[in-house]
């Protein structure tokens, strides 16, 4: 499929099951997958239409989905071995959703031979589609991207983390994590459009972090582990993640996380 046919498919499927139910979730519609881990109806249809349009389109290529992926968690062995595959997050953000928040979204990308080459992230609420390719950039309803690297003291950067024990602790020589917006499909964007200066995660699911991840890199933006290994999108999902919009933020903030102690 070209990239704009899936990126007509994630807006369709979102129109069609995930935004008649925001903020009009029924009860039987929310149920949790683990403790305090929701899942609804919404993300449910959502996985199954994205995933049957990718293996009509490409039988041959694996699709891990997040929610397929809880009730058989040997699709990640799968997608591990496989040199074609696609990951599907059908609404990012699902405790936002739930609670009505507009910051969730629905994420796809595609990885070939190991690496991320194509990725969707559409927020249905906000209209926005942000579509990143390898080697021909980051887009964002069609105006490329580039990101912006802090100035000034690294004490005074803008730290966010999604990991709530985390939010209100430091790093060395840099400020208190601040709470992100909690749904990596509105984390990564909001990075490159300079709404924070660098990222810090401790999970790494691929079909979390696959989209942004090229999203960042094709805006000029740079993400590792703290040991300074590439990120890959990968499995298994190896703890501790950097996001930030150039290098040298990176190396920066990865050597005060390791220094720190929270993710080796």
């Not at 105006?143 to 430091?170: E, F, I, M, N, Y």
């Amino acid at each position: 499929m070209e990239t704009d046919a899936i990126t007509s498919l994630v807006q369709e499927v979102a129109a069609e099951v995930i935004t008649p139910r925001f903020r009009s979730l029924a009860s039987d519609e929310v149920w949790e997958k683990g403790p305090g881990d929701l899942v609804t109806q919404a993300d449910a249809e959502a996985e199954r239409m994205l995933t049957d349009a990718l293996r009509a389109a490409y039988p041959d290529a694996l699709v891990l989905g997040e929610e397929a992926f809880a009730s058989d968690p040997r699709l990640a062995d799968a997608y591990a071995a496989a040199d074609h595959a696609f990951t599907i997050d059908p609404v990012d953000g699902t405790k936002n959703f739930v609670n009505g928040s507009p910051d969730h979204a629905v994420m796809v990308a595609e990885r070939r031979s190991g690496a991320v080459v194509r990725s969707w992230i559409w927020h249905p609420q906000h209209e926005r589609m942000y579509v990143a390719e390898r080697g021909a950039g980051a887009w964002a309803d069609g105006v490329r991207l580039t990101t912006t690297a802090p100035a000034g003291d690294p004490a005074t950067w803008r730290g966010r983390t999604s990991r709530r024990r985390w939010v209100g602790r430091t790093l060395p020589g840099l400020p208190p994590f601040e709470l992100s917006w909690v749904s990596c499909g509105a984390d990564y964007p909001m990075l490159v459009q300079g709404a924070a200066d660098y990222l810090v995660y401790r999970d790494t699911k691929p079909w979390d972090h696959a989209p942004g991840s090229l999203l960042v890199t094709e805006a000029g933006g740079a993400l590792g582990r703290p040991d300074g290994s590439a990120y890959t999108a990968g499995w298994p999902a190896r703890s501790g993640l950097v996001v930030a919009p150039d290098r040298a933020t990176y190396d920066v903030v990865r050597q005060a996380l390791v220094a720190s102690g929270l993710v080796g």
